[in-house]
């Protein structure tokens, strides 16, 4: 059983208009957690609370099994990188650096090796002397990064760490904190960017107006969104309000412009949501054979390159988002007004529990 | 370059005309005073120890003001309480008050009834026609010019800076010292120069409050009302270019320090 190494027991703090509402986390030691919501959705609120910068008006927080609720910041053992990392204009990189351990009275010559260790590691030991306003984005995340590991803290917070780096940095930084996380400090880290989260995350929560709503493995959670929330942010975007029918031991879903889908085996509520990602749904040119299967003749509305490849909207009735590959798009050769038809697997189509 | 419009060209008109107001007089007492004049004026003891007094005294009460000023600005950039606006309020009072109504409200505070007045007379001081009497009234009318652009240095410093230094460890006090103070400096340095100008300047409360010793504002006064313009002319020139070597010098000080500004844009 791995030790618990950040635990939330019902947080709730009033922060003017917004409210963090029983919130409560359970973190293993050598976590990745990813922390998703919008930009107000209270997720940087959480970093501070955990940080120490604000208290919960009621609720616990407990870090390696310590209860810090009422502890000052700077014995809490965690270290918070901020969006823009904060990084003092009036000192070099190395007072920057070094700032943490003058701060606790430590030797100038332990400082001076720490600072050029903990530089080292970073592939930063070239700035060293540097004054910090003309440094890069990536490299004043690494500045930033070091002024916090320096004091070894237990669990590392960041606050959307990626959002203010070029996306060429990217991929270096992102291989930087697995690299950390990999040497076993526990990260929480908040974004945005649902991506992010499948990228690192081994655990991810989703943060909606101040409240907790599903957390889990990030596959576990983009696959079975408890909310049409969830679902957006992992990029699913076909929606459908049906009623959910059982025809002679066969359910299907049965939209509001009467599109009737088959389901897999379960149980259904009455009426709910039901979802389809988008790259679990084909296209073909001509009427495939597929008894099993979800099928609809569809015409082509709009085509748009992606990042994943071609988004195709298709209207079959209902109006489907389709995420092909540039090869897949190629071989179809279709063209917006075509028509084509679409499948998908009964599987593919999920039922969300309550509205979302 | 401005575009020759008929609105630029009006705009341009306008400001030159106020520029003028302020250059004309300036410049016509400059011209309107002989070298001969001016030799006098720095020749005489009463103009030379009157300015020296006027640059000291300043300068004494705008620092050690600086000291309560300071926090106080601190205060009001980053504290949140009730009747905040009218301690505002109540910072900005000198800068509306008439000057001289001012000088009496400080006088009565410092003269031997007075609550000052009385606690410098235990240890027998007295503050009335006195340099400390000066520097009161000098600061009374000039503290908000140090408050107000401490206060906005304070408040343009990025507060998840403070909150940074927070999370690796510094207390509030260091936090205070090491990025607040230093990241506000500029700010700090150029209301310090107000300060010290504005309360160098100052006749109105000065005047009420000390004839004598003779500041370099009264003796002006002095010089004009007994011999008349010729005779106050030459020291106020002598004077002005005084204050004008003071503050540029001052003015070189704050520009010289580094420009912490530039960098927090560079930074966010």
Redesign the interface.
Known sequence: MLKKMLRLEGINKKLGNFRLTDISINIPEGEYFVLLGRSGSGKSQLL?LI???KKPDSGNIWIDNQDVTNKK??NRK???V?Q???????MTVYGNIA??LR??KTEKNIIRKKVEHIAGELNIAHLLDR????LSGGE?QRVALA??LI?SPKVLLLDEPLASVDASLRDDIRRLLRQLNKKGITIVHVTHDYREAISLASCVGVIHNGRMIQSGPPDYVFSNPVSRFVARYSGIRNFYKVRFINERGIWKAISHSKAGFILSDGSYPEDGILIIRSDSIKIHKNKPVLPDQNCYSAVVREIIPSDYGMEITVDAGERFFIDITRDEFRALQIAEMSEVWISFEPSAAVALNGSG | MIRQTPFSLLMLFLSSLVLLFILAPLLGMFLHTEGYDLLEAVNDSDVRQSIWLTLWVSFVATFIFAFACIPLAWIMARKEFPLKSMVQGLIDLPVVLPHTAAGLAVLGFISRDGFLGKAADTVGLTLVNNPAGIALAMAFVSVPFLINSARDGFAAV?E??E?????????PS?VFF??SL??AWRSIITGFVMMFARGMSEFGAVVMVAYHPMIAPVLIYERFSSFGLAWARPVSVLFILVALVFFIFLRLISINR?N?S???N???
């Not at chain 1, 004054?131 to 003309?134: A, H, M, R």
């Not at chain 2, 909150?163 to 207390?171: E, P």
């Open positions: 501070e940080a120490g910068l910041i700077q965690t270290g918070l901020f823009d990392y904060a990084i003092f204009p009036n700032y943490p701060c606790r004054v910090t306003y003309n004043l002024r916090t004091t | 990025p998840r800076l909150k940074a230094a927070l999370t690796l460890g510094a207390s260091r090491t990025i230093p990241i580094k912490f530039a960098e927090k560079a930074e966010t």
